[in-house]
């Protein structure tokens, strides 16, 4: 105990190793204290060794920091066998000295006689230490140690001395300590409550059971010097290791907000949509089974692919090869995108779990796609599994996630019939955290179905107040206008039937004025006829009239050329005029 | 058998620590009174022999080893419960 105090970094600020947890370097705003003690307690199963063996891990594979497992409870080939799948590359890391396993269970033939320390396990430990130049080292499941101390005086005195080692050795240390199942405050209890308050930090694993699903979580209970996301986070152990879901990290700045539009795939929705929905935004789909929900998440899919983006596709209800068999009667075709690559079809029915385990796979499956359109078909299966409570802080997160990766979201809900919820929103309660929100229904109406879309919200775009009905046929996926009379929509046939029926009433018109036009044309036929008679009439009047002017004239000149021809004949008036004249000249 | 049996031991130490000095002396006094003549006692101390803690699987200081005769057995502690360690050691009878 010569170096009971750390030299140099008393007065440094704090700074923190990565654990190589996904979420939890953002709850812990960068990971656990680096150079000082955390102690990780949890129940039986509850993942306390992978995540100190993740830590160990990534210190060495992606920092290049020496580790040191310190096994008091497995043997450390078990261990490593566990951990085979996680792909840490353990065997390699021990190969290359960067990860040192150290065996330390009491040998079951092992007797206890008066007291004892770990002096011999810390100076070994030196040895170690100096040869692969550790800066990390897990104590695993030390109360297994401390149990067979004699008296609490004792594990109390081997706590501060191990504390004080490592701070002296400035490891960055995770000690693992079993707590009683269920119930993490049975640890306050002496010794390891005493622990608790010595350590730097503290964190808690739970394992507990919700209405029959798994439902793991951890929660950072003290955390000196930092600030931490106090609350319970629900993590799992997936394929590549310890997975903590969060809501959001601490020092998130917003994220970017795109005024992009994607096409929804069906050329009408846009037109409603303004243009179609934006680039990272959430598109809830709601609708009674059979509403076409999966037919519209298709189209978009399909439209996403089209433009050359990489899609996910995850549906929970049916197989995703029967989604594309299904979409291609509707000229939907996936399957060449499925082929090249571009569509990643899931079929999350194999994903068993809660609805955390739904949402950490989903966003690995998405990053591991690099997919820039998601989509989930339906949400509302998550609430199937585990409390509604923890589904709906998971669909939170989702939309969460969706937005601060840029991700365009279109998932679709499915409503209960029995339930009668009409348009009152989805189980989730998400409706109210999404961006666009399309309801899809069924009309019944003279006994028939028929889909009608409306869109009950989308913010930062004008969009139509219509509803709309949906017809799917080979062709593909289209809006019809529907038509509104007595205030009620028509759809299906009976909009057929007021179509027919218009353009009956248009044809009939077309004719009748066909008809009025020929009449009037003979009409004025007719009358072109009359005026030509009347004219030829006219013309025969006049040369009537000219003739009678003519022989008038005629014949009055006879009469007087006569009279003169008889005068001059006679010789006699012609005469006496010519005297009269002589006269008065 | 057991009588005629030479006893080896070799016990961890760690520096001059209380424990460890106590199990030494207890050690000493075991082999005065029930193997006088007839054991050996190898101290290694692991401030000093850290490699062999770790080569030999040492945690806990002090840890007594009887290395022969077999079967061999360990014993952690100061060894202050006497019943105990003669019990482990199989020297109960010779103490009766």
């Known amino acids: ?585 | 058998m057991a009588r005629r049996a030479r006893f080896k031991f070799r016990i961890y130490v760690a520096g001059e620590a209380l424990n460890s000095v106590q199990a030494l002396a207890n050690l000493r006094s075991i082999c005065l009174i029930h193997l006088p003549n007839r054991h050996g006692i190898e101290i290694v101390d692991v401030f000093k022999q850290p490699e062999r803690a770790l080569a030999d699987g040492i945690f806990m200081t002090p840890t007594l080893v009887k290395l022969s005769p077999s079967p061999a057995t360990r014993i952690v502690g100061s060894l202050s419960h006497l019943p105990t360690v003669l019990q482990a050691l199989g020297l109960e009878a010779v103490a009766a």
């Open chain 1, 1 to 585: 105990m010569r170096n009971v105090f750390p030299r140099k970094q008393r007065f440094k600020s704090l700074t923190k190793a990565k654990t190589g947890v996904v979420g939890f370097d953002a709850i812990t705003g960068g990971g656990l204290p680096q150079g000082r003690t955390t102690l990780l307690l949890g129940g039986p199963g509850s993942g306390k060794t992978v995540f100190a063996l993740q830590f160990l891990a990534h210190g060495a594979n992606a920092h290049k920091e020496a580790g040191i497992f310190v096994a008091f409870e497995e043997a450390s080939t078990r261990i490593m066998n566990n951990a085979a799948s996680f792909g840490w590359k353990l065997p390699e890391l021990q190969r290359r000295k960067k990860l040192y396993f150290m065996d330390a269970q009491p040998l079951p033939n092992l007797v206890q006689s008066g007291d004892f320390d770990l002096g011999g396990m810390l100076s070994a430990l030196e040895v170690k230490i100096k040869e692969t130049g550790a800066r990390r080292i897990v104590f695993d499941a030390l109360d297994v140690l401390l149990a067979l101390l004699p008296d609490l005086a004792a594990e109390r005195r081997e706590i501060y001395r191990l504390h004080a080692w490592l701070l002296a050795h400035d490891l960055t240390a995770i000690v693992t300590l079993k707590s009683g199942a269920d119930d993490s405050y049975s640890i306050s209890q002496q010794p390891f409550g005493f622990m608790q308050f010595m350590v730097d930090c503290a964190v808690i694993l739970n394992h507990g059971v919700v209405t029959g699903v798994s439902q793991r979580s951890l929660r950072v209970q003290k955390y000196r010097g930092s600030s931490f996301d106090e609350n319970e986070s629900a993590f799992l152990i997936g394929a590549s290791g310890f997975e903590v879901a969060v809501a959001h990290a601490l020092t998130r700045a917003d994220s970017k907000v795109s005024s992009e539009r994607v096409s929804s795939g069906v050329q009408r929705l846009d037109t409603m949509l303004g243009g179609g929905y934006y680039r990272g935004a959430s598109v809830l789909v709601t609708g009674f089974s059979g509403t076409a929900k999966t037919t519209l998440c298709g189209a978009f899919a399909e439209a996403a692919c089209k433009r050359g983006e990489r899609t996910l596709f995850v549906c929970f209800d049916t197989n995703s090869t029967e989604v594309v068999r299904n979409l291609s009667s509707v000229g939907i075709r996936l399957d060449r995108y499925v082929k090249n690559g571009s569509l990643r079809m899931i079929s999350a029915r194999v994903i068993t779990g809660s609805a955390e385990t739904y949402l950490v796979r989903i966003k690995a499956l998405a990053k591991e796609h690099r997919a820039r359109c998601v989509v989930i078909d339906p949400v509302s299966a998550w609430s199937k599994s585990g409390s509604d409570l923890s589904a709906q802080s998971v669909a939170d997160r989702l939309i969460d996630w969706s937005k601060g990766d840029g991700t365009t979201l279109v998932c679709t809900s499915l409503l209960d019939e029995m339930s009668g919820q009409g348009e009152g929103g989805s189980q989730l309660q998400i409706s109210a955290l999404v961006d666009t929100w399309i309801h899809l229904n069924y009309l019944m109406q003279a006994g028939e179905r028929n889909r009608g879309l409306s869109i009950v919200k989308s913010r930062g775009t004008s969009h139509s107040n219509q509803v709309r009905e949906l017809i799917l046929s080979e062709a593909g996926v289209n809006l019809a206008d529907t038509y509104t009379a007595g205030g009620e929509v028509l759809m299906g046939t009976l909009r057929w039937e007021k179509e027919r029926a218009e353009r009956a009433a248009h044809e009939v018109a077309e004719v009748a004025e066909k008809l009025k036009t020929v009449r009037l044309d003979a009409e004025e036929a007719e009358l072109e006829v009359r005026l030509k008679s009347l004219q030829t009439e006219l013309v025969a009047k006049q040369v009537e009239k000219d003739l009678l002017v003519r022989t008038t004239q005629s014949e009055k000149g006879e009469a007087s050329r006569g009279r003169t021809q008889m005068k001059e004949l006679r010789g006699a008036d012609a005469a006496t005029e010519r005297r009269k004249g002589h006269r008065h000249g």
